[in-house]
């Protein structure tokens, strides 16, 4: 008999046992969940940063600094294309005056040559006749002292290319002018080597008529060679 109860208290604490079992897996399976979503909220808390919007504007400053650098650069280029564009007007219109300054001597030349060369100063052939006889009133013939067909001296200078000569003696005036001045004043220019006073007579000035000045100013300038 006292056996038969005291297996029937095991059969009744028996499911007592299970009841508390389960109970302990129930905790324990609860427990292990929270575990695992607090070691899940670790991991999100240590993830790294999300940096998309730092890269973002990270990107969007790089890209104004490349625009203000291609900015720069452009205004840099315009600026070194103005220098030039200065530069070039600047040595453009220096040639040019340097051009016009040319141009101004060659007319200079140009128009010296046409005084001494131009046929209207007088008759060349009556200036030849004048200058091989002597004039009236005249002490001798030029022709006496004077080469024609070289500039070696006789007992005055040769008068060969005497109009080229004779256009760069004196600044600012022409040959007809000096050789002029030459035949009336023998002593207004002295040409060097030969003695002061000239050895050439006075009188010619006399002797000679402005028309025969004229004309025999005008042979003297056909004496190129």
Same mark, same amino acid.
């Given at each position: 008999?006292? /056996?038969?109860?005291?297996?029937? /208290?095991?059969?009744?604490?028996?499911?007592?046992?299970?009841?508390?079992?389960?109970?302990?897996?129930?905790?324990?399976?609860?427990?292990?969940?929270?575990?695992?979503?607090?070691? %899940?909220?670790?991991?999100?808390?240590?993830?790294?940063?999300?940096?998309?919007?730092? =890269?973002?504007?990270?990107?969007?400053?790089?890209?104004?600094?490349?625009?203000?650098?291609?900015?720069?650069?452009?205004?840099?280029?315009?600026?070194?294309?103005?220098?030039?564009?200065?530069?070039?007007?600047?040595?453009?219109?220096?040639?040019?005056?340097?051009?016009?300054?040319?141009?101004?001597?060659?007319?200079?030349?140009?128009?010296?040559?046409?005084?001494?060369?131009?046929?209207?100063?007088?008759?060349? %052939?009556?200036?030849?006749?004048?200058?091989? %006889?002597?004039?009236?009133?005249?002490?001798?013939?030029?022709?006496?002292?004077?080469?024609?067909?070289?500039?070696?001296?006789?007992?005055?200078?040769?008068?060969?290319?005497?109009?080229?000569?004779?256009?760069?003696?004196? =600044?600012?005036?022409?040959?007809? %002018?000096?050789?002029?001045?030459?035949?009336?004043?023998? /002593?207004?220019?002295?040409?060097?080597?030969?003695?002061?006073?000239?050895?050439?007579?006075?009188?010619?000035?006399?002797?000679?008529? =402005?028309?025969?000045?004229?004309?025999?100013?005008?042979?003297?300038?056909?004496? =190129?060679?």
């Amino acid at each position: 008999m006292e /056996n038969f109860k005291t297996f029937l /208290n095991i059969r009744i604490q028996l499911p007592k046992s299970l009841f508390t079992v389960k109970f302990l897996l129930i905790a324990i399976l609860l427990l292990a969940a929270c575990s695992g979503t607090s070691n %899940e909220a670790n991991t999100n808390d240590n993830a790294p940063p999300n940096n998309t919007s730092e =890269e973002q504007q990270n990107g969007v400053d790089t890209q104004d600094v490349s625009e203000d650098e291609d900015t720069s650069a452009q205004d840099e280029s315009q600026n070194s294309d103005t220098e030039n564009a200065a530069d070039n007007n600047t040595a453009s219109d220096t040639d040019e005056d340097a051009n016009a300054i040319d141009n101004t001597e060659d007319d200079a030349d140009t128009s010296a040559v046409d005084e001494t060369t131009s046929e209207s100063i007088g008759d060349a %052939e009556h200036g030849r006749v004048l200058f091989h %006889e002597v004039a009236e009133g005249a002490p001798l013939a030029c022709a006496t002292c004077h080469n024609t067909d070289s500039e070696e001296r006789l007992v005055g200078p040769g008068l060969l290319n005497i109009g080229t000569r004779a256009a760069t003696r004196v =600044e600012g005036q022409s040959a007809i %002018e000096y050789i002029r001045t030459s035949i009336i004043d023998p /002593n207004a220019y002295i040409v060097e080597g030969f003695g002061n006073p000239s050895p050439m007579p006075t009188g010619f000035g006399d002797a000679f008529t =402005e028309e025969d000045l004229n004309d025999l100013i005008a042979y003297l300038l056909t004496l =190129e060679g």
